[in-house]
């Protein structure tokens, strides 16, 4: 992944917003919410979407002003907030999609869910095998997220490698699963496995 980094950045300027200065966050809006667009852009492929993410870390940027620590570097504390927004929608979006699309076979005939839950078994098996040909750390760094519930943070610690590293890695398998799902028929289970099991 691409290293983005703010170079220059005015630490008065950075004072001044953690003090609540609105001219302060706009000028650092106006000067580094481009580098955020095209960093989420090289993610997302998505302009649109971009924007409104890039929209909502400035949005937290302000919302958290006040605990923006003037001795770490600013760029890291930026793209990470970032990257954390990316994950975050990629796998709100893939539930959605699941969820919407359950929804309305539920709407339109109750007895193919029938036959789905009748077929549940079967069906998180093929999402186990899937979930096997994931690289080995990814598929490791994938299970304890999903299966042990263990936060990035905790992952991190246990296997000695770094938080952006786990993040990476999670977001790989959601966009491995969703390419492997994009049949609607197998879509639609995803919702399940994630919630009950993952």
């Known amino acids: 992944m691409e290293k983005h980094t703010l170079k220059n950045i005015d630490i008065a300027l950075l004072k001044r917003l953690k003090e609540g ?30 924007e409104d993410i890039t929209q ?8 958290k002003h006040e605990s923006i620590d003037l001795d770490k570097g600013f760029d890291a504390y930026l793209f990470t907030i970032a990257r954390n927004m990316v994950y975050k929608e990629t796998e709100n979006r893939l539930l959605s999609e699941s969820a919407f699309y359950a929804l309305s076979q539920q709407q339109t005939n109750e007895d193919v869910l029938t036959e789905e839950k009748i077929d549940a078994d079967s069906l998180r098996l093929y999402i186990d ?20 519930h263990l936060s990035n ?28 799902l994009s049949d609607d028929n197998l879509l639609a289970i995803l919702l399940v496995i994630l919630a009950n099991e993952c």
């Open 153 to 180: 943070k905790e992952i991190a610690i246990r296997l000695s490698i770094s938080e952006k590293t786990v993040e990476t890695q999670l977001y790989r398998s959601l966009r491995f699963l969703k390419q492997k």
């Open 129 to 148: 095998k899937l979930i096997e040909q994931l690289p080995l750390s990814r598929k490791e760094i994938f299970k304890l997220s999903r299966r042990d």
């Open 56 to 63: 909502s870390v400035f949005m937290k940027i302000w919302e």
């Open 21 to 50: 200065d609105e001219a302060a966050f706009e000028s650092i809006y106006w000067k580094y919410n481009s580098h955020v667009f095209n960093f989420i852009n090289s993610l997302l492929y998505d302009r649109i979407l971009s």
